[in-house]
């Protein structure tokens, strides 16, 4: 049987690359090809960070001292993986103002 503090271990990595990899994403967009792997990249660790946390709810583990948390929080990292593999460049999902071009509008005006 696998110790379930090492179970515990894994499972923060895992979230710790996750995050890591979300913070470059940015730099990454600036190809195409490097973008779609960094998302796929993500979504996989994100997919077995969900894994690895419902092992460990199963384990008897805790995760930062609650027995709760495991199981939402693989939920959570499923609902990232999609999130993570949507491509939304270049479309306009806020259809807010836009703060650059107010400026302009009261110059035209």
Avoid at 62 to 83: D, V
Wanted: glycine share 8%.
């Amino acid at each position: 049987m696998v110790n379930v503090a090492l179970i515990e271990a894994l499972a923060e990595s895992l979230c710790g690359a996750a995050a890591l990899l979300f913070t470059f994403i940015a730099t990454m967009s600036r190809s195409p090809a490097l973008e779609r792997m960094a998302q796929g990249l993500i979504s996989a660790v994100l997919v077995l960070c969900a894994v690895v946390l419902w092992w460990l709810s199963l384990a008897g583990g805790t995760l930062w001292g609650s027995n709760y948390l495991p199981k939402p929080l693989s939920l959570f990292c499923l609902l990232l993986a999609l999130a993570a593999r949507m491509n939304i460049k270049g479309t306009n999902i806020s259809f807010g103002a836009n703060p650059h071009s107010i400026g302009r509008s009261d110059d035209e005006e």
